[in-house]
């Protein structure tokens, strides 16, 4: 969901700049920056004994800051003011929002997760920036369809949780996720019929492709078989559906 939205937001400005190596430091650094920032938030405020991986914690968030720094100062260069502002209060809420909700032990939220997915797919806004100086109007829209993906792919994984843990015990499943999955697969085929009327071939076939995919997974996960696939396996099929979805969405926005 971070890196997807960078390669795709490259391909589509057309051209490259120093500043967009910079922007995928930054974002690499800013997500690898978010574990031992967590454990040295524990060392303060939760645990009562020093730790030992506090240590290390501490060198790496040094290190990790010292990259957000060097490439934050490139992109101030080359990131018109407000954009900078723009990008530096987004990053710094979201940082202190993921940081409050990993020290409770609350990151399989939801709602946290689809927050998450809209917050690291803005990183083809960035990409875009870095490319030309401005967010063109392509990036929007891939920015919104790469953000709705990974929302409605969120929900199937939380329903197929729901669904493994009924099928170990004689009450029936959780349906809250999968009706919602079934929603955000309704607004993913209704963005489809648009881009179809709109004659963006492309573009629907990419969120056709998702619907599919998704549908098929829900419809799968009816059946107890289908249940035990090893969740490793699940995440690699989710990846491979994921990549078809941005590389056609990228053809259809070219």
Same mark, same amino acid.
């Given at each position: 969901?971070?890196?997807?939205?960078?390669?795709?937001?490259?391909?589509?400005?057309?051209?490259?700049?120093?500043?967009?190596?910079?922007?995928?430091?930054?974002?690499?650094?800013?997500?690898?920056?978010?574990?031992?920032?967590?454990?040295?938030?524990?060392?303060?405020?939760?645990?009562?004994?020093?730790?030992?991986?506090?240590?290390?914690?501490?060198?790496?968030?040094?290190?990790?800051?010292?990259?957000?720094?060097?490439?934050?100062?490139?992109?101030?260069?080359?990131?018109?003011?407000?954009?900078?502002?723009?990008?530096?209060?987004?990053?710094?809420?979201?940082?202190?929002?993921?940081?409050?909700?990993?020290?409770?032990?609350?990151?399989?939220?939801?709602?946290?997760?689809?927050?998450?997915?809209?917050?690291?797919?803005?990183?083809?806004?960035?990409?875009?920036?870095?490319?030309?100086?401005?967010?063109?109007?392509?990036?929007?829209?891939?920015?919104?369809?790469?953000?709705?993906?990974?929302?409605?792919?969120?929900?199937?994984?939380?329903?197929?949780?729901?669904?493994?843990?009924?099928?170990?015990?004689?009450?029936?499943?959780?349906?809250?996720?999968?009706?919602?999955?079934?929603?955000?697969?309704?607004?993913?085929?209704?963005?489809?019929?648009?881009? *179809?009327?709109?004659?963006?071939?492309? *573009?629907?076939?990419?969120?056709?492709?998702?619907?599919?995919?998704?549908?098929?997974?829900?419809?799968?996960?009816?059946?107890?078989?289908?249940?035990? *696939?090893?969740?490793?396996?699940?995440?690699?099929?989710?990846?491979?559906?994921?990549?078809?979805?941005?590389?056609?969405?990228?053809?259809?926005?070219?």
């Amino acid at each position: 969901m971070l890196f997807t939205p960078i390669v795709c937001a490259a391909i589509l400005a057309r051209e490259w700049r120093w500043s967009e190596g910079a922007t995928l430091a930054a974002a690499f650094a800013a997500l690898a920056a978010k574990d031992p920032m967590v454990i040295l938030a524990r060392q303060r405020f939760i645990w009562k004994t020093r730790h030992p991986e506090t240590k290390a914690a501490a060198w790496w968030l040094t290190g990790w800051i010292a990259i957000l720094i060097v490439s934050g100062l490139v992109l101030v260069f080359s990131w018109p003011l407000k954009a900078v502002l723009a990008m530096g209060l987004g990053v710094a809420l979201f940082s202190a929002l993921a940081l409050g909700i990993n020290i409770q032990n609350r990151q399989r939220s939801t709602l946290f997760q689809i927050a998450s997915a809209v917050a690291l797919t803005s990183s083809s806004l960035a990409t875009s920036l870095s490319a030309s100086g401005t967010v063109a109007p392509w990036c929007w829209w891939l920015w919104l369809l790469l953000a709705l993906q990974a929302t409605a792919g969120i929900l199937v994984v939380h329903a197929r949780l729901d669904a493994r843990i009924a099928s170990r015990s004689a009450a029936p499943a959780k349906e809250e996720f999968r009706h919602a999955a079934q929603i955000s697969l309704i607004v993913l085929a209704c963005a489809a019929v648009a881009a *179809i009327v709109l004659r963006r071939r492309w *573009i629907a076939l990419a969120l056709l492709v998702a619907v599919l995919g998704y549908g098929y997974d829900l419809h799968r996960q009816r059946n107890t078989e289908a249940l035990q *696939i090893p969740f490793t396996k699940v995440g690699q099929r989710a990846l491979a559906l994921s990549s078809l979805f941005a590389s056609l969405l990228t053809l259809g926005l070219w």
